[in-house]
């Protein structure tokens, strides 16, 4: 069935964090507490504080100075991505798995997917489907999953709140935009992560292309694409974990039970929220080869020994283990290390897809939903559709002068001289230099800035337009 969620699985609370608050909490690990391990019931107390803790401590530390650097490296990096992408795309993909710095994961991920053009190209088309009414079959069920979403993050909390409208908005505009596909329950965590990081329109894009170009078929009626890529992942395991294929052969355990949630939710509901971004980071930039990855990292340091597999002598515990992967496992770093160093990669994927393509038509028959190719990544989304400059030129509607910029001398004897410099002036406070320091208020500092003085910070009770990127610096 297409509605797949249960009591269990719909509630996957997430740390308090806003896009725009994240260069301010950069240093601060984020967190995603997994409903399959704790439940929030009044004897699960002790239980939740312990695992928030411990994945508190599960996320990577990264310092100021290294994350300021880091960020000047990206900023570079989308102000020429065309030419990045042609001729340095393995530093990109490196930089991918480094961490994309906080502040710059939501336009980072924009570019990589190739929503950005995606939405340049069609100008105006989000908004035209935002205003139309929607199948009430489809509205009906995505209003009952609003709630679902992150229910302990600050945007998704209240209900009828700025997050979840636009997480009405983008899922209602999904539906519109691919009618023969319509609404799967597993969109609306993807859609919910990605609102986290940039505005209703930008993440709309995003989610199209996820849908279309990374995970293709994966929400069409029958699930069809879904069931090929767990037998995919099931006959990898053969190579990468003899112990753990044949325990899961042994107990007829279908790669449909585990891998759904995973693969459909890209992570999202299953791992602690520092290692759902990293994730989601390489995923974004390499393909679905990362969810493999992951998916077998998993399986492996789950049951891949006879010492581990005494704890699941049948079915059912085996479902359990997976259920509620073991903190260690699944902690950033260690997480990281081991998907990276994972050799599987787009070939070995495409092949075990073309026998198992094979083995589906023999006893299924034909594919009843014909999906387009799979892209494996950023490259490949741009090399099949190359982008103009002008659909990846960044449009900034906010331009902040910096204090620390040097000022220019309004006094000078020479009148050829002040105009020249007045005229020069003007441009300058319609472009903004490349290399300028831009002022930023979210850093913390003992001597408050006087810009800040007479500020009064209000909570906005609007969704933030797609063309306000400035305010996610």
């Not at 998704?156 to 009405?168: C, E, K, N, S, T």
């Not at 890529?229 to 294929?245: F, M, N, Q, T």
């Not at 799979?374 to 490949?380: L, S, Y």
């Not at 230099?433 to 850093?443: G, I």
Request: hydrophobic share 35%.
């Amino acid at each position: 069935k297409r509605s797949w969620g249960t009591e269990q699985g719909e509630s996957s609370p997430a740390a308090s964090c806003f896009p725009c608050t994240l260069l301010l909490l950069a240093s601060v690990p984020l967190f995603c507490l997994s409903a399959s391990i704790v439940s929030l019931h009044e004897d699960n107390v002790t239980t939740l504080s312990a695992t928030f803790v411990s994945y508190l401590n599960s996320a990577e530390e990264v310092p100021i100075q290294v994350l300021r650097e880091r960020e000047a490296k990206w900023l570079e990096m989308l102000n020429s991505w065309d030419k990045w992408m042609a001729k340095k795309h393995k530093k990109v993909k490196e930089r991918c798995q480094k961490g994309i710095p906080p502040s710059l994961r939501g336009r980072a991920w924009l570019f990589l997917t190739g929503g950005k053009v995606r939405r340049e190209q069609n100008q105006g088309k989000f908004l035209e489907l935002d205003n139309q009414p929607g199948d009430p079959k489809w509205v009906d069920i995505i209003e009952r999953d609003l709630h679902r979403q992150f229910p302990f993050h600050e945007m998704f909390a209240a209900r009828g709140g700025h997050g979840q409208q636009d997480l009405f908005r983008v899922l209602k505009a999904y539906t519109l935009h691919r009618p023969e596909e319509g609404y799967c329950q597993a969109q609306a965590p993807i859609a919910a992560v990605l609102l986290m990081h940039m505005p209703a329109e930008d993440a709309f894009w995003v989610l199209v292309q996820i849908c279309e170009k990374y995970l293709p078929g994966y929400y069409s009626t029958g699930l069809e694409a879904i069931q090929l890529d767990g037998e995919i992942l099931y006959a990898l395991l053969r190579r990468v974990s003899p112990v753990a294929h044949r325990h899961l052969k042994k107990h007829k355990l279908e790669p449909i039970l585990y891998m759904t949630e995973w693969f459909m939710c890209a992570f999202s509901r299953t791992l602690p929220w520092a290692s759902v971004l990293r994730v989601w980071d390489m995923f974004l930039c390499e393909g679905v080869k990362i969810l493999f990855r992951v998916g077998l990292v998993l399986l492996k340091c789950t049951l891949g020994s006879q010492e581990k597999l005494k704890a699941c002598q049948g079915l059912y515990e085996t479902m359990e283990l997976l259920r509620a992967i073991q903190p260690q496992y699944i902690q950033e770093s260690f997480l990281v290390h081991e998907v990276i160093e994972l050799v599987v990669s787009e070939k070995d994927i495409e092949k075990e897809h073309n026998a198992q393509l094979r083995r589906w038509k023999e006893s299924h028959g034909d594919l009843h939903c014909k999906s387009p190719p799979r892209m494996h990544g950023a490259k490949a989304i741009m090399a099949a559709d190359p982008p103009s400059r002008q659909d990846l030129r960044q449009r900034p509607t906010i331009i902040v002068e910096s204090p620390l910029a040097p000022k220019t001398d309004g006094v000078s004897a020479d009148n050829g001289k002040q105009s020249r410099m007045t005229q020069e002036g003007k441009q300058r406070e319609t472009i903004l230099p490349p290399q300028e320091t831009v002022y930023n208020p979210y850093l913390p500092s003992s001597d408050p800035s006087p810009l800040l003085e007479h500020m009064t910070v209000k909570v906005s009770k609007e969704s933030l337009s797609s063309a306000e990127h400035d305010t996610y610096l």
